[in-house]
């Protein structure tokens, strides 16, 4: 009989482990290599795939653990799981509000999938005591991977360049993170644990841990991401402050002489690279120096757009304070705010590059609130573990996180790592480090896990929507395919490949592209072209039944029924084009033919006037003049 115990004690230990080893490879190894070409965004529809198929696993092994009748740790820290689950609630809730539901299944889908990946996390880490040298050791190798991809595409596309070339090749510089500003912050989550791999790691993985450090600093500096160079200033400020608090009291660590040896030797070899890279050209100490100054010169181009966005979602959030415009809806209802504040020159906003705003906007007041105290919820309990543990390198590690997750807030306030998929899992990482440490920290029971006919009764509420999950990511997944083939087909103009990868893409969860163009908005440009109008018509009607605010779709509307000189039908839509955008040349211009057309030659003259016509624009210059010769013979007569 206790042979058949100790048995079944040592599978319980070894599945354990698998199961370990299993969720840490996966999500950070596996997923930040995902990486696809023929999806539009290369990185959104595939980790969400990937991700959806980790957690539907993670889901089996969890069903494994509970059949096995083994010994568990139970969960504390509950409070952020309901308040998590409060938020998710919103999300949903929030669709009600929205003028494109399908748009916020993706949100809704990611967030699910993040918050269960969090609750397997923190029970694995629970059950595993020696899980962070195993999770630091695969965090290192991941650091060095992106590293490298992040130095290769940077020796290609930018070492050489000057001024204006360095920084436009600097976006080519992406790593596998779709952008060099996610890029950047993909390389910052992971710090914590190289820093401390540098310090409790065995030899070998010191010498690597310390290369981590080196490549990533060095690139986190290239890249220039601003908001990334702050949070890093942050994490080290912060890291300081709780080690002087918390470590103080604790004996100088046996090995201090080696560290502060490798920490010269990275210090000069960080110097050295960044010195060298700084000053290989003129033009590229300027634009160091220019990106410098920018992070508090408000005057800046790039803090200007910034600025822009961030006062249009403060108008949108005022427009809908309560239960905001919807999950996913940003993109959608941004457009109505582009005359106050975008200015002349069209940009196609499609998030307000700060995550908090950016919630509140779609979630409304109580989904902002909710997730806030997720937020602090996790501070709190990561404060209440740093005073109960009592072995330093504990301590030491959950400092880092402390301090590392703080960084990440702070770059929220400035880009869009919660649309991200490799950061919300690394980020739930970072939650599940604090949520276990809490639970190291506190006087707790092990209790026999007796109780699967329970389980059985629960699992079917996660089942579902896990299905759903995995279901939504292969459809998404397969819109983003179709999506770039129907790019390629639109470049070339093959207008047969085009009503084929315009009907394949779209679904009613996925009705949208990364552009903000509706599916079917391709298919009524294609028809225009090959003088289809009826048909052409019907798409852009349908097209701005999904992305109402869609300007493209309003002004081919117009345009359509001027090309059946059903002009009385193509003005409305041309004075909504030029409520969103006043100064839309192209928009002001057809109206006033449309309202020439009509007989209409006052509003056709008041129209005019709004287009600076330059001398060489002989076309307009033509109606301005009939127009006002058929004025001036109104007058005379």
Aim: aromatic residues 16%; charged residues 20%.
């Amino acid at each position: 009989m206790g042979r058949k115990n100790k048995n079944k004690t040592t599978t319980i230990k070894s599945f354990d482990r698998f199961e370990l080893l299993f969720s840490v490879i996966a999500v950070c190894l596996i997923i930040p290599l995902i990486y696809s070409q023929s999806t539009h965004d290369p990185t959104l529809a595939p980790r969400l795939l990937i991700l959806s198929i980790i957690v539907l696993l993670l889901f089996l092994f969890s069903l494994k653990l509970y059949s096995s009748k083994g010994k568990s740790i139970q969960l504390k820290g509950k409070p952020v799981f309901i308040l998590y689950l409060i938020y998710l609630t919103i999300c949903m809730v929030s669709l009600f509000k929205a003028i494109n539901p399908a748009e916020g299944v993706f949100d809704i889908t990611k967030t699910f999938l993040v918050i269960l990946l969090l609750f397997y996390l923190a029970n694995i880490f629970i059950r595993n005591e020696n899980f962070v040298e195993i999770l630091t050791k695969t965090l290192v190798i991941s650091a060095l991977i992106a590293s490298a991809i992040g130095f290769y595409q940077y020796s290609i596309h930018a070492t050489g360049k000057s001024e204006a070339e360095l920084f436009t090749a600097l976006y080519n510089v992406k790593g596998l993170m779709a952008h060099k500003n996610q890029h950047a912050i993909f390389l910052f989550l992971i710090l914590p644990f190289i820093v401390y791999g540098i310090f409790y790691l065995q030899k070998f993985w010191k010498i690597l841990s310390s290369i981590s450090l080196l490549t990533v600093l060095v690139l986190i500096f290239l890249l220039q991401t601003r908001s990334v160079w702050i949070g890093t200033v942050l994490f080290i400020f912060t890291f300081l402050i709780l080690s002087f608090i918390y470590l103080r009291k604790i004996p100088i660590l046996k090995e201090a002489k080696k560290i502060k040896r490798i920490i010269v030797i990275i210090s000069l070899l960080l110097i050295s690279s960044t010195t060298y890279y700084v000053f290989q050209s003129p033009s590229t100490y300027k634009l160091v120096k220019y990106k410098f100054k920018s992070i508090y010169d408000l005057d800046s181009e790039n803090n200007r757009g910034r600025i822009q966005i961030a006062l249009a979602t403060i108008e949108m959030i005022k427009d809908n304070p309560v239960f905001g415009v919807g999950a996913g809806n940003w993109k959608i209802n941004c457009p109505v705010y582009y005359a106050q504040y975008q200015g002349s020159e069209y940009k196609n906003w499609r998030r307000p590059h700060n995550d908090f705003i950016w919630i509140l906007a779609e979630k409304g007041f109580f989904g902002f609130v909710s997730y806030i105290l997720v937020l602090l919820s996790l501070l709190y309990f990561g404060f209440k573990a740093l005073h109960a543990l009592t072995e330093k390198k504990h301590i030491f590690f959950l400092i880092l996180i402390i301090a590392g997750f703080l960084g990440y807030l702070v770059i929220s306030n400035f880009t869009f790592p919660y649309e991200r998929i490799s950061h919300q899992t690394l980020i739930a990482i970072f939650m599940a480090i604090i949520l276990a440490n809490y639970n190291y920290s506190q006087p707790h029971k092990k209790q026999t896990t007796n109780r699967p006919m329970i389980f059985k009764k629960f699992k079917l509420l996660i089942i579902i929507p896990l299905i759903f999950s995995l279901y939504y990511s292969i459809l998404f997944y397969r819109s983003e395919v179709y999506s770039q083939r129907l790019m390629d087909a639109q470049k070339q103009k093959n207008y047969s490949q085009l009503f084929t990868y315009s009907e394949l893409a779209f679904t009613y969860l996925t009705t949208i592209d990364q552009a903000n163009n509706p599916y079917i908005f391709y298919r009524g440009s294609a028809l225009f072209d090959i003088n289809r109008y009826d048909e052409a018509i019907d798409s852009y009607l349908k097209s701005i039944t999904y992305n109402p605010y869609h300007h493209m779709s309003l002004f081919n509307l117009a345009i359509t029924y001027g090309r059946k000189r059903e002009y009385q039908k193509a003005i409305p839509y041309l004075f909504k084009v030029i409520e969103l955008f006043p100064f839309y040349k192209d928009a002001l211009n057809n109206l006033a033919k449309c309202q020439f057309e009509i007989r209409n030659y006052e509003e056709a003259y008041k129209t005019l006037l709004k287009i600076k016509i330059k001398d060489d624009d002989q076309k307009l210059n033509e109606l301005l003049n009939k127009t006002l010769a058929i004025l001036d013979n109104k007058k005379l007569g």
